[in-house]
């Protein structure tokens, strides 16, 4: 068809949501379900601390994915990596400024 054109799915949108988060609201609050054997535990842990962990997956999923065939699914981490950044660097310039008047 010609030309590929290039663009965000809607879990690269979402981790870019995630990466704006964390910048906004480090230390809020998440509630996760961690699984332990056969029981799930209910834990709530700071925004850095738990998408730090995720952000780190996906760098780790991704990273063994070089070099293999695309039927692994490497585009997803690096698009979910990607958009993360993305969302960081986002927020850092659309950001408003508090103006205390």
Do not use: C, K, N
């Not at 054109?5 to 998440?30: C, K």
């Not at 054997?37 to 070089?66: D, K, N, R, S, Y």
């Amino acid at each position: 068809w010609g030309q590929s054109i290039p663009m965000i799915g809607a879990s690269g949108a979402i981790a870019g949501v995630m990466g704006a988060y964390l910048l906004l609201f480090p230390s809020a609050r998440i509630v996760t379900l961690i699984p332990l054997g056969l029981f799930w535990q209910t834990v709530e842990l700071p925004a850095f601390v738990f998408l730090g962990f995720w952000f780190l997956l996906q760098w780790l999923q991704g990273l063994t994915t070089i070099g293999h065939v695309a039927d692994v699914g490497g585009v997803a981490f690096w698009a979910h990596i990607g958009g993360f950044v993305s969302g960081m660097i986002g927020i850092l310039i659309l950001r408003p400024q508090r103006r205390w008047s």
